[in-house]
């Protein structure tokens, strides 16, 4: 790419409202970035085994039992105040206990390989992000329905029923920077905050934590939890993860029209498909997804798309 292409592609993705400052790991050449990315996944031979993806996640340094009553009632106590109030070592724990939400109900996918490469592909996209200095990191719960879900802090997951149903790469990098744009956007802990201000429940924390149930009150933090990947985020917030995240995944060097063919496979889904139940319930239309994100991008991406197309199949080595 010329130095004039590259100026006028950087153009580009600030026209589609990226209003974050780009990190500093942000390459402005999407080319290279896409090659970069391609020689840090090309399979290597002996290498090591890859750590267990749920210590990852969970990390290893989980506060003593003693501890955890009490810090769950400050989390809940947190989420009564504004968000800009939550500093990241505090949106990182809320995001690690409702991580336990969704690996409560779902559990990791067993296969080793895919879990590296989808935590190899999350991090490098996450790097092009705003918030790049996160703990990122990327999972495969092991579920034949077609969803993806985030956490605070950095936490991502998809199902094995998405990986087996996307068409390449390009698609999954968009799915994953739609996911990534929901942290960096702070939209869980903006929803959460607004359910646990919303009355009733927050009267019921309060009375638990002040009789000191701190046990009741971790029950209740995951409850908001669960309630919020039952009902979604607020639509308005899904949009916003949809136009970013065409962008984000272009400057990662991935095709930006892989999120729109997701959007076209949700279209043609049935509402009634239990395998597409939830992901339809939990967001806007795909055909009103599909309206505004293609009039954000309008052609102002086409010189980022018709990349080659690679499969997950060529990445990770399975049929």
């Known amino acids: 790419m010329s130095h004039r292409s590259g100026l006028i592609a950087a153009t580009l993705l600030a026209a589609l409202a990226l209003t974050a400052p780009l990190a500093q790991a942000q390459s402005g050449d999407a080319a290279k970035a896409l090659n970069f ?22 990390g290893s340094g989980a506060a003593p039992a003693g501890n955890n009553a009490a810090l769950a009632g400050d989390l809940v106590q947190l989420l009564a105040k504004s ?31 895919l879990q590296r490469y989808v935590n190899q592909l999350g991090r490098w996209i996450s790097l092009q992000s705003s918030r790049p200095q996160l703990p ?18 950095g936490y991502v997951f998809v199902t094995k029923g998405l990986i087996d149903r996307v068409g390449n790469e390009a698609e999954l990098a968009g799915i994953l920077a ?30 638990q934590l002040n009789n000191n149930l701190g046990g009741m009150v971790s029950a209740q933090l ?21 136009r970013n995240g065409v962008a984000l995944a272009a400057r990662a060097g991935f095709d930006p029209y892989g999120l729109v063919a997701v959007l076209q496979q949700l279209r ?33 991406l086409d ?3 018709g990349k ?12």
């Open 268 to 300: 043609g889904a049935a509402a009634d498909d239990p395998l597409f139940a939830l992901s339809l319930s939990t967001h806007p239309p795909a055909q009103q997804r599909l309206d505004q994100v293609e009039v954000a991008m309008g052609s102002r």
């Open 37 to 58: 990315f391609n020689s840090l996944v090309r399979p290597q031979g002996n290498q090591a085994a890859p750590a267990n993806p749920l210590t990852q996640m969970l």
């Open 178 to 207: 739609h996911e990534i744009t929901h942290v960096t956007g702070k939209h869980h802990l903006k929803a959460i905050g607004a359910k646990a201000r919303a009355g009733a429940l927050t009267q019921v924390i309060s009375s």
């Open 308 to 319: 080659p197309s690679v499969s997950l199949a060529q990445r990770v080595g399975t049929p």
């Open 83 to 113: 968000v800009e109030q939550i500093d990241e070592p505090k949106e990182i724990e809320i995001g690690r206990q409702l991580s336990a939400v969704l690996l409560g109900s779902k559990p990791l996918h067993p296969d080793m390989k």
């Open 136 to 153: 990122w990191s990327f999972a495969v719960l092991d579920d034949p329905g077609f969803n993806a879900f985030a956490a605070p802090g």
């Open 222 to 242: 995951l409850a908001l939890g669960r309630d919020l990947y039952s009902s979604g985020l607020d639509q308005g917030d899904e949009f916003e993860a949809d």
């Open 303 to 305: 010189a980022f798309a």
